[in-house]
């Protein structure tokens, strides 16, 4: 009976370091693939269309042309903008924060009626809703005059081509 009370407990503990080997591949398997997954945040680059609407509703439409190094540029797409010659391409930065937040920035001419301009500095501060699209704040503020800064919501949609 002590050989076969042996025998059992030989086969007991195998089985059950064999069964512990696997539950711990299991865990270590959860934990990199949870890794993976929360790891990964949006990606900034490449071309969207930012529609801008500030608090006196007044809209603009503009591209913004995110390259890899945190560069940019920010062209007006505004009807009249070509007209004028206020649609040429402007230097702009960005920087993506914790999480699915970015902030974008750069200067930026609207057009007064039919012959003035309004130049500033647009502020950016928004985050990924999903993947290609992107909702926030922004902050118009004028280069001249002591006329106090312009503040509104934007939509940022990636463009697919």
């Not at 539950?23 to 693939?33: A, K, N, V």
């Not at 960005?94 to 699915?100: D, F, L, P, S, T």
Request: glycine share 12%.
């Amino acid at each position: 009976m002590d050989a076969t009370n042996r025998n059992y407990r030989c086969l007991f503990v195998v089985t059950f370091f064999m069964q512990l080997r696997l539950l711990i591949l299991c865990l270590i398997g959860q934990l990199c693939c949870a890794g993976l997954a929360h790891g990964q945040s949006p990606n900034m680059t490449g071309r969207w269309t930012i529609d801008v609407t500030f608090a006196a509703g007044v809209q603009h439409s503009l591209r913004f042309d995110a390259q890899p190094s945190g560069k940019g540029t920010f062209q007006l797409l505004d009807p009249k903008a070509h007209v004028w010659g206020a649609d040429k391409p402007s230097e702009a930065t960005w920087k993506q924060g914790e999480g699915n937040a970015v902030t974008f920035s750069g200067p930026m001419e609207f057009l007064i009626g039919n012959v003035g301009r309004d130049a500033g500095r647009l502020m950016f501060k928004g985050k990924f809703e999903n993947p290609d699209f992107i909702t926030g704040e922004v902050e118009f503020s004028p280069q001249m005059g002591e006329r106090p800064s312009k503040h509104g919501t934007f939509k940022a949609v990636r463009n697919k081509n």
